[in-house]
């Protein structure tokens, strides 16, 4: 569909684009979107040059998925050419510690989008990629502002009072009975902390 109605090294064929759209397993009103969307195309109402992507028009959580998963690979690789960029004058021995670091990390991010997000709905995909995407924003934003020198300033006081908090709420979703219509549950939660812990301590 994406090829002939956008005209990507061929001429554009909306009749074809058209039976393309048709012809992809989507929900109805996805295809009811597409369709007049290339209609538009076709008639000129759309801007100079008009593209259609399949994530333009869709309406399922299936297809929200999908999306994110395109979006988070290509997420990823500016992400790794920044990181590239921010490590580029260290020492090997520095790039070993931030390697050690980023997998630590990776292994936390893991457990906290696949183990801590409702996979309940329709939309689970989507909203698992979601929160490994902020906390992996959140990874780069840090190391940016380590290297600007915006490091971040705790007193022992300061640090025993957030573990403390920590802590309790810990303990009171230990106590909790896990909710009967949500996936996560405590034992989920556990073994989140115990990646969290290694990244912080190891």
């Known amino acids: 569909m994406m090829l002939y109605a956008n005209g990507q090294g061929i001429a554009r064929?909306?009749?074809i684009a058209k039976k393309a759209a048709c012809d992809t397993d989507a929900a109805v009103m996805e295809t009811v979107g597409r369709m007049q969307h290339l209609a538009n195309m076709e008639s000129g109402k759309e801007w100079a040059n008009p593209k259609i992507d399949i994530c333009d028009d869709i309406t399922s959580g299936f297809m929200q998925g999908?999306?994110?998963?395109?979006?988070?690979?290509?997420?990823?690789q500016t992400r790794a050419q920044q990181f590239a960029s921010l490590t580029s004058n260290w020492n090997i021995k520095e790039r070993a510690a931030f390697q050690k670091l980023?997998?630590?990390a990776e292994a936390?991010?893991?457990a906290r989008?696949?183990?801590?997000?409702?996979?309940?709905g329709t939309?689970?995909?989507?909203?698992?990629?979601?929160?490994?995407?902020?906390?992996?924003?959140?990874?780069?934003?840090?190391?940016?502002d380590f290297e600007a020198g915006n490091l971040p300033a705790f007193s022992n006081d300061g640090y025993t009072k957030l573990d403390r908090e920590l802590n309790?709420?810990?303990?009171?979703?230990?106590?909790?009975?896990?909710?009967?219509?949500?996936t996560v549950k405590m034992?989920?939660?556990?073994?989140?902390?115990?990646?969290?812990?290694?990244e912080t301590i190891g």
């Not at 989008?113 to 309940?120: A, G, H, N």
């Not at 309790?168 to 949500?182: A, C, G, I, S, W």
């Not at 034992?187 to 812990?197: E, G, V």
């Open 13 to 15: 064929n909306y009749k």
């Open 108 to 110: 936390f991010i893991t």
């Open 102 to 104: 980023k997998k630590q």
């Open 187 to 198: 034992k989920d939660i556990q073994r989140t902390q115990q990646a969290w812990l290694t």
């Open 113 to 120: 989008s696949d183990l801590e997000v409702d996979l309940s």
């Open 123 to 144: 939309s689970r995909c989507a909203e698992v990629l979601e929160e490994a995407e902020t906390q992996k924003e959140d990874l780069l934003k840090s190391l940016q």
């Open 168 to 182: 309790r709420v810990y303990l009171q979703l230990k106590q909790t009975k896990d909710p009967e219509f949500d």
């Open 66 to 76: 999908y999306c994110a998963k395109i979006q988070s690979g290509l997420a990823d």
